[in-house]
Nanobody, 123 residues
Framework: QVQLVESGGGLVQAGGSLRLSCAASGRTFSRYAMGWFRQAPGKERDFVAA???????TYYTDSVKGRFTISRDNANTVYLQMNSLKPEDTAVYYCAATQSLHGSRSRADYDYWGQGTQVTVSS
């Protein structure tokens, strides 16, 4: 079992930055690739970014490339640094864990989810 708790969301003006954190419980954090997803009101939960178990490989959805960075440390935390934020980035952001080596763009491949943190970008 892995429990995930996100933090760091909030209200920011367009062009600003936020860093989301996701703290994982348990001693098996290194066995999971991690992903970030987001869900805007009335829309499906979409893939944002993922990082391999070892942290050596990352990938992103096209709309955030060059603006967002996913990373992880050895203290059971995964981060999403979000720069140059746009109003269309407004959503609830979720972190998720998968036993897949490389992570996945598909929600169905993730085994554990956090409760989400709200990010609101004003224009």
């Amino acid at each position: 079992q892995v429990q995930l708790v996100e933090s760091g969301g909030g209200l920011v003006q367009a062009g600003g930055s936020l860093r989301l954190s996701c703290a994982a419980s348990g001693r098996t954090f290194s066995r999971y690739a991690m992903g970030w997803f987001r869900q805007a009101p009335g829309k499906e939960r979409d893939f944002v970014a993922a990082i391999k178990r070892s942290g050596g490989s990352t990938y992103y959805t096209d709309s955030v490339k060059g603006r967002f960075t996913i990373s992880r440390d050895n203290a059971n935390t995964v981060y999403l640094q979000m720069n140059s934020l746009k109003p269309e980035d407004t959503a609830v952001y979720y972190c998720a864990a998968t036993q897949s080596l490389h992570g996945s763009r598909s929600r169905a491949d993730y085994d554990y989810w956090g409760q989400g943190t709200q990010v609101t970008v004003s224009s």
